[in-house]
């Protein structure tokens, strides 16, 4: 069973950094295509932030381009979203995603509020 656990979340002042992290159990962490971060902010749909595949490739929404950044640690078996230079719209709930093959696993969210 494929465990995704985010951590990191937190209230951060506008201008300000936060570091999230998502954590997979096991060895299957070395299995998946990609990996990477959407968000949710009330009352909006789910939308793609950052990601990247098991060969570096990294891609980014235009939204966060220049502030955030996707990183992988295959020895602690973690994907890192540094954001930096946050704003108000970034307020929302942070989800990690795994691809496998044809398959898609999520993470349970961590909440991320900007305060100006």
């Known amino acids: 069973q494929v465990q995704l656990v985010e951590s990191g979340g937190g209230l951060v002042q506008a201008g300000g950094s936060l570091r999230l992290s998502c954590a997979a159990s096991?060895?299957?962490?070395?299995?998946?295509?990609?990996m990477g971060w959407h968000r949710q902010a009330p009352g909006k749909q789910r939308e793609f932030v950052a990601r990247i595949t098991s060969g570096g490739y990294i891609d980014y929404a235009d939204s966060v381009k220049g502030r955030f950044t996707i990183s992988r640690d295959n020895a602690k078996k973690t994907v890192d979203l540094q954001m930096n230079s946050v704003k108000g719209e970034d307020t929302a709930i942070y989800y990690c995603?795994?691809?496998?093959?044809?398959?898609?696993?999520w993470g349970q969210g961590t909440q991320v509020t900007v305060s100006s």
């Open positions: 995603n795994a691809e496998l093959l044809s398959s898609n696993y």
């Open positions: 096991g060895s299957i962490f070395f299995r998946f295509n990609a």
